[in-house]
């Protein structure tokens, strides 16, 4: 869940919802940049689908009681999390192997390879060997410099469409997330030095480098649920109950 505090409201977000979005920003990516083929094709449902893990959790959103909010994606309490990521990237293998391996690569990318926790340890160590099975397992070799590209491309959509979620729309570049105040942190053959956004407006967020084909828009769901209704009827029925709303953005080219 992406949760963001306005006064007494809180805007929910489901994770799938905003991978949606990211698939969204992929499909619209430059044919100049990477060109049609079915490795493109299924790196770009990945990119879609690559938070299928969260679509079970989000639709039970836990209470965080130190926080005084709900659990958000970034402080889930981790046994679950990593669980979830397992039956998530189980999911999204049945349906293409290549989707897996980067969805797997990119689940694994959250945490350091020399992490002393034995839940992480254990979840690195599984998904390695199941990146090395679906390896074996695919009809065709993929070049390794193309496979890097997919995963750079996953992870900047991915972070686009949280830059877009998990700030106020339109917040000044000083009063960014620090996660995106820089830039973001991929680099490509167009943006050697990354690319970075601004909110131009409420409505408008504009990056540069331009990665995409022309300007278009992004509709992303959201729940605006008090705390009102939730102290009267807990978070599950506050969640339910919301009506869903939409975050309506255009994105265009920088100046």
């Not at 689908?49 to 959103?61: E, F, G, S, V, Y």
């Not at 999204?92 to 989707?99: G, L, N, P, W």
């Not at 060997?129 to 890097?148: A, N």
Request: proline share 5%.
């Amino acid at each position: 869940m992406i949760v963001n505090q306005s006064g007494d409201n809180f805007i929910m977000m489901a994770q799938h919802d905003h991978a949606l979005a990211s698939g969204e920003l992929v499909d619209h990516w430059k044919q100049d940049f990477i060109m049609r083929s079915k490795l493109r094709k299924l790196a770009d449902w990945a990119v879609g689908q690559h938070d299928r893990a969260w679509i079970p959790l989000d639709k039970h959103p836990k209470w965080n009681k130190d926080e005084n909010r709900p659990y958000t994606f970034v402080d889930y309490p981790l046994k679950e999390k990593l669980d979830a990521y397992v039956h998530g990237i189980d999911d999204i293998e049945k349906d293409s192997y290549y989707a897996g391996v980067l969805c797997s690569r990119h689940y694994s990318s959250f945490f350091p390879k020399d992490s002393h926790d034995p839940d992480i340890k254990h979840f690195l160590d599984h998904e390695q060997k199941r990146r090395h099975r679906l390896k074996k397992q695919m009809d065709l070799e993929v070049p390794r410099y193309l496979y890097d590209l997919h995963f750079k491309r996953l992870q900047f959509c991915d972070d686009l469409s949280l830059y877009i979620c998990m700030q106020e729309p339109g917040v000044s570049k000083e009063e960014e997330l620090s996660w995106f105040k820089n830039g973001f942190r991929q680099t490509f053959d167009f943006a050697p030095q990354g690319m970075i956004s601004h909110w131009l407006d409420k409505y408008t967020v504009s990056v540069d480098p331009f990665p995409f084909e022309r300007p278009f828009e992004l509709a992303v769901p959201y729940r605006l649920v008090t705390m009102e209704a939730i102290d009267n009827k807990g978070i599950q029925h506050a969640w339910d109950q919301a009506d869903i709303e939409y975050r309506h953005v255009k994105i265009v080219p920088g100046k």
